[in-house]
């Protein structure tokens, strides 16, 4: 019987439970006599209303996805990009194609995520994907196309790079010209669906690893720390040594004629 238990015994039996059993000894410890034990129930009962809100979270994530299913679409791929807003480096861009039933525990958009977090979502979403494929844009094409066109062109690639065309896209936020598959831009999609956040991960953990591997050689620009972005500590490496073949020019046309613009001040 609880009552005869110690508050120690307890708290063992509560960190080994079922979720299925939570309500049952939520009530049993609510009514013991000792404060101590009543407090391991609201924990509990605030543990399990934690877990409750994050199914629902989950469950809303595939709105999207279950609309297109409705309408008869089947193979459906969430697309997002990493690095459009950087001075170094690639923009990657990431499709997913998860199935119906899929549920990825603690997906989020991969912005909200910790680094650890991101990494161990990255293999999960890759081995419960139907289908992914990855699509990389370098500095050279971005500054030739401009970082929007570079952007659906990492699209168009990581679309490429599938075993199968999707029937159906959803976006996060943009629409890619010219393709023949009807498509779904949502704003905020990386915290909205599923599977935009699934690419959203696969594209942010890529592209953090190609800094990371840019930092190995030019380690003056610390590319591991910030990714390429536009840090205080960047632009003062810049204004040392210079830009480097992985930078932008076109995101730096300031700082080569000699000044900053708004847009870049230190």
């Known amino acids: ?3 005869n238990m110690s508050v120690k015994q307890i708290n063992e039996i509560v960190s080994n439970l079922e979720i299925n059993e939570y309500l049952k000894y939520i009530d ?16 509990l009962s605030k543990k399990l209303d934690d877990i409750r809100k994050e199914e629902i979270r989950l469950q809303n994530m595939k709105i999207f996805e279950n609309e297109a299913y409705k309408r008869g ?39 909200k995520l910790s680094l650890k977090k991101r ?11 139907i289908d992914y ?22 699209m168009k690639k990581a679309l490429f790079n599938l075993k199968n065309t999707p029937d159906y896209l959803l976006i996060d936020a943009l629409t890619i010209p ?21 690419a959203s991960i696969l594209a942010k953990v890529t ?17 591991a720390k910030h990714k390429g972005y536009g840090t205080k500590e960047h632009y003062e490496a810049i ?21 900053l613009d708004e847009n870049h001040k230190l």
């Open 73 to 111: 679409f089947r193979y459906i791929g969430g697309i997002d990009e990493a690095g459009r807003g950087p001075l170094a480096g690639p923009v990657v861009a990431a499709v997913v194609v998860l199935s119906e039933d899929t549920i990825i525990k603690g997906i989020n958009d991969s912005k």
């Open 119 to 129: 990494q161990e979502l990255f293999d999960i979403i890759k081995e419960k994907a």
């Open 1 to 3: 019987m609880i009552e």
């Open 178 to 198: 010219n393709i023949n598959i009807p498509q779904k831009p949502i704003i905020e999609g990386d915290r909205k669906s599923i599977s935009i956040s699934a």
């Open 28 to 43: 049993i410890l609510k009514n013991d006599k000792r404060a101590s034990v009543q407090k391991i129930a609201l924990k």
């Open 239 to 259: 204004k040392i040594y210079g830009i480097t073949p992985i930078h932008r020019k076109t995101f730096l046309k300031s700082i080569l004629n000699g000044e």
């Open 207 to 223: 592209r953090d690893k190609i800094m990371e591997e840019y930092d190995k050689l030019y380690p003056q620009y610390k590319f």
């Open 133 to 154: 494929g990855i699509g990389i844009v370098d500095n050279n094409e971005i500054d030739k196309l401009n970082i929007l066109n570079a952007t659906y062109e990492a």
